[in-house]
């Protein structure tokens, strides 16, 4: 049985590759990456071409790698599978994220494919809990156990998966706008703060779908934005290019570790 | 009994001081407006001296008005009193802005002063349920409640007092650097997003010690930063200057109304 990854922008799905052999989805309007790998061409507005290209390909597995933007969408370009599928699709789309993922994830099992997560195809790409470059301060830790306790308490709400706390003040709460805007905001608006960044799934999130990832380029933001540390979950947050992480941490004196 | 005002920026202590005569507590470092009535200087790192001030004045009843922000700190020109409270003021700072007020609160009620509220002098400045510019759409009410539930799940972590939602997303929940920052986030981040501000005091706030307010100047930057509306808690957040408030809505565009 073959496998497919839905490319979305980023490293992560040639990475997903690596792990063997897979059809590259290519959705017009989404960025990604040129990969030695067959493509499929698809477009959101056309589900049902997609699910039969995908058949066509002897397709089972389907990993979502990468951040799916949501793009823009032509009504006059949708086949007759999409038009019977909008009703769920933008009903979730009202409820957040996660409700839509999920719905996608749904609607892909329905149609008998079987959808795996990048956790599933890279375990050895998470962090075991421990340091990973440097070791945090205590006041470090206690930051991170602040910024933890806003993600938890917005968990059910489908909102971010990063905080920044500062000093014991939450200085950054990550919302649709994504981890890069508002380590940008945390850098503007309060300059030098040495903070730590917290990045972890939501609690319930389906972590098939939109699996937290960190890369040399979020430890650089962090670092330009005047943070002191990162603390991502164990087991949980991809490590996109380890090599390049610590020598991003260490250049830049950011402390990095895993938390259960 | 005399009155006193602990002064800080913008329009409320003299909107205060129409409630009646009273004192001008300036403490030093904090910015705010000459007004017509007798001043008391006054600095962090002397509060023995304040309290002696206040009682040379025959002051019995405190009123906090405007935002207090962080002062620098000379530990070399505390007097004995302020050394012996320091341990519970520096405990407090690392827990929020919330815990640093109560224990400000807790430590003028100890030494014989009543804090009262800027709600309490000026009922007439809160809004009653409904609108008070324009009427609410349907899906602004629901990025209202979107924005409140955020609001409600992060109260008990003493975070911040406004967050933002668009289209049934949250896109800016306000921390530590307060409702302007999070609104230039939103307006640089996604600019035109025809969200919704929702501006409530946290569950559990002290409301004598930090009122939420909004003023002509909130209606501005909401309209800069793409929003459609603002909501407020009836009965519980101060508007500034109502008229000022009716006409920048109305040139702005922007819906406003108060909610239970």
Do not use: Y
């Amino acid at each position: 049985m073959a496998r497919a990854i839905i490319a979305g922008a980023g490293a992560l799905p040639g990475l997903l590759l690596q792990a063997g052999p897979a059809h590259i989805v290519r959705l017009a309007g989404v960025e990604n990456d040129p990969l030695d790998a067959p493509d499929i061409p698809a477009r959101f507005e056309r589900f049902g071409a997609l699910f039969a290209d995908l058949r066509a390909a002897g397709v089972k597995d389907l990993a979502f790698a990468g951040a799916l933007s949501r793009p823009a969408f032509d009504p006059a370009l949708m086949d007759p599978v999409t038009m019977a599928l909008m009703p769920r699709v933008a009903g979730a789309m009202a409820q957040g994220d996660d409700a839509l993922l999920r719905v996608i994830a749904e609607i892909f099992e329905e149609q008998g494919f079987r959808v795996i997560g990048a956790l599933d195809l890279r375990p050895d790409l998470t962090a075991a809990q421990g340091p990973i470059s440097g070791t945090p301060t205590d006041a470090q830790v206690r930051d991170a156990a602040r910024a933890r306790s806003v993600l938890d308490a917005l968990g059910p709400l489908d909102v971010g998966q990063g905080a920044v706390a500062a000093k014991g003040q939450v200085i950054g709460i990550e919302t649709l706008q994504g981890t890069d805007a508002m380590l940008r905001f945390v850098g503007v608006s309060l300059p030098g703060s040495g903070g730590v960044l917290v990045k972890r799934p939501k609690p319930g999130q389906d972590l098939r779908m939109d699996t937290p990832v960190i890369g040399p380029a979020t430890v650089m933001k962090a670092a330009e934005a005047g943070l002191s540390g990162i603390e991502i979950a164990a087991g949980s947050v991809l490590v996109l290019d380890r090599d390049a992480v610590e020598t991003a941490c260490e250049a830049s004196g950011i402390s990095l570790w895993a938390a259960a």
